[in-house]
């Protein structure tokens, strides 16, 4: 990873990176929901779990969110879709739900399409993004047994081309500032936030990490 940020940010931001993650153990569900984003990453996961026969249908949701304006021709689902395609997952076995641009509509919205006969599922989406998925559907979604995880990316291989270094640190920093915030909205349920975490949160802001606040 080709970085200019000095070592000190590097630290903070690898123990925000370690907070988020969660990586629930896996087992059949009735049905995967990948989150839509900037990380097609996603999408190869999903594919995978699908062949290795973890569930027989995929849900894909999202329209466009912070940082996938104008990334894909149409929906970050539709581009989902069309790569699980690409990896083998025929089309009778993808829903596409076209309209979420936040986490909280990917769940909401994914209820809505899945119906009630849902008892367990799995949710993909970015490493960094697990924590607050965790959050979210119990908050969300309380009814369903929910495994929560993500492509097994590196923390220095997260950062893309489109998306680089300090826009995934601006991410990481807003992830957290919003789980302060949204228990009390009823966005999420209340997580702990460690010391360590909490002060790497404060550093990285005073670095000027905060434009995703």
Known sequence: MQ????PAVLQAARTLWDFHL???ELSRADLIIGLGSYDLRVADRCAELFHQGLAKR????G???????????????????ARANELGVPDEAILVEPQATNIGENIRFSRAMAGDEMRRIIIVTKPQTQRRVYATVRAQWPDIEALVTAPPTGFEDQPTEAYPLEMFIHEMVGDVQRMV??????FQIAQSIPRSVADAFDFLVKEGYHHHL
Do not use: C
Request: no cysteine; aromatic share 16%.
């Open 3 to 6: 970085s200019a940020v000095s």
């Open 22 to 24: 969660v990586y629930d």
């Open 181 to 186: 915030d949204y228990p009390a909205k009823g």
């Open 63 to 81: 329209k466009s969110g912070n940082w996938t304006g104008g990334l894909y021709e149409g929906t970050e689902a539709e581009a989902f879709a």
């Open 58 to 61: 995929i849900l894909f949701t």
